[in-house]
């Protein structure tokens, strides 16, 4: 939040931070409509589950993946992302 915290005290006029984090950060803040986050996104990074090669979490895997997808298609992912996310 330093970043940010520069950014509001006028010491900076653009700040990058990763959009998520961001987007949080101004609405607890309450500072959604003082700052303004370009589109589209600067750069965009895949993430991805990391596994132990240690263990066998196939099956681990398989739930986590089919949570995933369900809550793709039911809309639970899409009204997390606008609840937390949304401008």
């Known amino acids: 939040m330093n970043f940010l915290n520069r950014l509001i005290d006028n010491r900076v006029e653009v700040i990058m931070d990763y959009k998520p984090v961001l987007l949080y950060n101004l609405r607890e803040r309450n500072l959604v409509d003082s700052i303004k986050v370009w589109e589209p996104p600067?750069?965009?990074?895949?993430?991805?589950?990391?596994?132990?090669?240690?263990?066998?979490?196939?099956?681990l895997r398989d739930k986590i993946d089919v949570?995933?997808?369900?809550?793709?298609?039911?809309?639970?992912?899409?009204?997390?992302?606008?609840?937390?996310?949304?401008?």
């Open 42 to 59: 600067v750069d965009v990074n895949p993430t991805g589950i990391g596994y132990s090669k240690v263990h066998d979490l196939r099956d």
């Open 67 to 87: 949570a995933i997808r369900s809550m793709k298609d039911d809309g639970t992912l899409r009204n997390i992302e606008d609840k937390y996310l949304k401008q």
